[in-house]
């Protein structure tokens, strides 16, 4: 109810009056059953700007902290991810990875479009990192497409650290449905979630137009801020 109050009527119409997304490739997200769409993350805005063009309800998998933080502003922000039907998955440890995939699959389980930003956590800098391979994994094991989606623009108005977004136009693209049948039944096969996931990630790349990291963006936060240069050097991948 508050989901499709707050889509439909208090902050959807504001959010495409302000930013006038410019939507291509709906067509590619399926009317109904399950299904993962699987998107870059630039931006805290990009937790707003995809629902609200989407035809359907999706589900992301937000991370435990928007649910916990202190304060007035931190339980409004749990309230909201709550009404809005958003999963508050716990990164940190050995099981992290796994309660995820869990959650996801209950999602997928019910018929049901699951959001995932396989990065596992936002672009500090605009370009693309290494997927994780859980989204391989819960399209393997749910038997579902994967419907990639690149934000474009979204970095530009509200980079992280920034509160207030920039009043600029985006663009939200779909890539048309990855089916990945021929894997059924592969979910042990480490090479294989790999290359699933790799194929998720130039599909994203595609549509996005960005710089790639062959490393994980979590790893390559921790050496930059510990003033280390990280192993691999980025290639990038033009439209």
């Given at each position: 109810m508050f989901y499709h109050l707050m889509k439909h009527v208090?902050?959807?119409?504001?959010?495409?009056?302000?930013?006038?997304?410019?939507i291509e490739g709906l067509e590619h997200v399926p009317d109904e059953g399950a299904a993962i769409v699987a998107g870059n993350h630039l931006s805290f805005s990009d937790h707003f700007l995809m629902p609200v063009v989407l035809d359907r309800r999706i589900t992301f998998l937000a991370k435990q902290e928007y649910f916990t933080g202190p304060g007035i502003k931190g339980r409004l922000t749990a309230a909201f991810f709550r009404a809005a039907g958003q999963i508050p998955v716990d990164r940190s440890g050995k099981e992290a990875g796994q309660a995820a995939i869990r959650e996801g699959l209950g999602v997928l389980g019910k018929g049901e479009l699951l959001g995932i930003y396989p990065e596992g956590t936002r672009s500090h800098d605009g370009r693309l990192y290494k997927g994780k391979v859980g989204v391989a994994v819960m399209a393997l094991t749910a038997g579902v497409p994967v419907v990639p989606c690149a934000m474009v623009g979204t970095f530009e108005i509200q980079p992280p650290g920034k509160v207030v977004p920039r009043i600029r136009r985006v663009t939200i693209r779909f890539g048309a449905p990855l089916d990945f049948s021929r894997f059924a039944g592969s979910t042990d096969e480490r090479a294989v979630v790999r290359a699933v996931t790799d194929e998720i990630m130039y599909e994203i790349l595609r549509l996005s137009g960005q710089e790639y990291v062959d490393e994980y963006a979590a790893v390559v936060k921790a050496a930059e801020a510990g003033d280390e240069v990280p192993a691999r050097k980025f290639r990038r991948r033009e439209r």
């Open positions: 208090l902050l959807g119409p504001l959010l495409r009056l302000l930013f006038r997304p410019r």
